[in-house]
């Protein structure tokens, strides 16, 4: 299981077992303003990252924000978080 899988299970409040490539904001009612506030923090925090409001506005979905990490050089197989 990755990192991403574990922030986007904890952000959302969702079991890891039904985080995919098809978790978006737009198929998972969980995912509103509230737990998208929590999905960067959490991003950035784990990563140690900064997320401008563009990188922020495109994070929709589990596979941009895959796309996003990976652009940034950050792995997301990583053993803990």
């Not at 998208?36 to 941009?64: K, N, R």
Request: charged share 20%; net charge negative; proline share 4%.
């Amino acid at each position: 299981m990755d990192h991403l899988v574990k922030i986007l299970s904890k952000s959302l409040d969702l079991p890891e077992s039904s985080i995919s490539v098809e978790t978006s904001i737009y198929s998972t009612p969980e995912w509103d303003s509230i737990s998208h506030m929590s999905l960067i923090f959490e991003i950035e925090s784990a990563f140690s990252l900064h997320l401008t409001g563009d990188e922020i506005a495109l994070m929709q979905s589990y596979p941009e924000i895959s796309s996003l990490l990976a652009k940034k050089n950050v792995d997301i197989k990583l053993l803990d978080i």
